[in-house]
Antibody, heavy 123, light 110 residues
Framework: QGQLVESGGGLVKPGGSLRLSCAAS????????MAWVRQAPGKGLEAIAY????????FYTESVRFRFTVSRDNNRNSLYLQMPSLRAEDGGVYFC????????????????WGHGTLVTVSS | QSVLTQPPSVSATPGQKVSISCSGTSSNIGKNYVCWYQQFPGTAPKLLIFDNSKRPSGIPDRFSGSKSGTSATLGITGLQAGDEADYYC???????????FGGGTKLTVL
C-alpha cells in the first residue's frame, strides 16, 4: 500500500538550515504528486509545499515561499525539503504525504502519510 | 487563523451521533471537493473521507461526509471511545492557489 519515512529533523538555531528527506516505498513514486505538511506544537495542519510527479512545484504556502525549496529524485524514490533561514515559528512536526488522485476528476487527497520528523528552532 | 472554520471541540457519549462542521467560501469548499482526516495524538493524520462523502477502504460506514454550498460536515454514528481524536477538513482554495485545512476539531467521547 505504500510507506513514507521522513528524516533530517532536529534542533537548530534561528537562522540555521535543515534538509528533510522522505523515502518512499511500496508504490511507484514517480507516478504520484507529493507534499509536505507541517504541524506546529499543539496546532493544526498546514500544507506548506506540493510538487507534481514531474518535479514541477505547484505551490508553497506564503510563510515559506521564497525560503524553502521542495524537490524530488524519482530515481531514488525520495522527496526533499530544503529549509534555510529557519525561524522559531518554523518549528513543528513535518509530514511527508502522497497527494493522490481520487475517484473524481481534478480531485486529490493526502492518502499516505509518513510518521513525521520533528524540527525545533531554538537558541 | 485557518481559511476553513471548524469548531475547536465537540463531545458526545458512546453510541451517540456527532457532527463536525467545516465552513469555507466560494473560492474553496464552494468549488472543490472536501477531504476529512483523523489524527490521534502523536501520530500521523489518516484519510477518512474524500470527494466530500466517499470512504477509503477500511474506513467503517459509521463515518460519513456531506457538502452543501460552502460548508461540509463530517458525521460519526455509534460513537466509540476509540473515535476520540482530532479531525481536520481540507480542500483546495482557488484564490490562494494552495491546499487549505480547517483548524481541527477535538472530539471527546464522554
Amino acid at each position: 500500500q505504500g510507506q513514507l519515512v521522513e528524516s533530517g529533523g532536529g534542533l537548530v538555531k534561528p537562522g540555521g538550515s535543515l534538509r528533510l528527506s522522505c523515502a518512499a516505498s511500496g508504490f511507484i513514486f514517480s507516478d504520484y504528486h507529493m507534499a509536505w505538511v507541517r504541524q506546529a506544537p499543539g496546532k493544526g495542519l498546514e500544507a506548506i509545499a506540493y510538487i507534481r510527479f514531474s518535479g514541477a512545484v505547484v505551490f508553497y504556502t506564503e510563510s515559506v515561499r521564497f525560503r524553502f525549496t521542495v524537490s524530488r529524485d524519482n530515481n531514488r524514490n525520495s522527496l526533499y525539503l530544503q529549509m534555510p533561514s529557519l525561524r522559531a515559528e518554523d518549528g513543528g512536526v513535518y509530514f511527508c504525504a502522497r497527494r493522490a488522485p481520487t475517484l473524481t476528476t481534478a480531485s486529490e487527497a493526502y492518502d499516505i502519510w509518513g510518521h513525521g520528523t520533528l524540527v525545533t528552532v531554538s537558541s | 487563523q485557518s481559511v476553513l472554520t471548524q469548531p475547536p471541540s465537540v463531545s458526545a457519549t458512546p453510541g451517540q451521533k456527532v457532527s463536525i462542521s467545516c465552513s469555507g467560501t466560494s473560492s474553496n469548499i464552494g468549488k472543490n471537493y472536501v477531504c476529512w482526516y483523523q489524527q490521534f495524538p502523536g501520530t500521523a493524520p489518516k484519510l477518512l473521507i474524500f470527494d466530500n462523502s466517499k470512504r477509503p477502504s477500511g474506513i467503517p460506514d459509521r463515518f460519513s461526509g456531506s457538502k452543501s454550498g460552502t460548508s461540509a460536515t463530517l458525521g460519526i454514528t455509534g460513537l466509540q471511545a476509540g473515535d476520540e481524536a482530532d479531525y481536520y477538513c481540507e480542500t483546495w482554495d482557488n484564490s490562494l492557489g494552495v491546499v487549505v485545512f480547517g483548524g481541527g476539531t477535538k472530539l471527546t467521547v464522554l
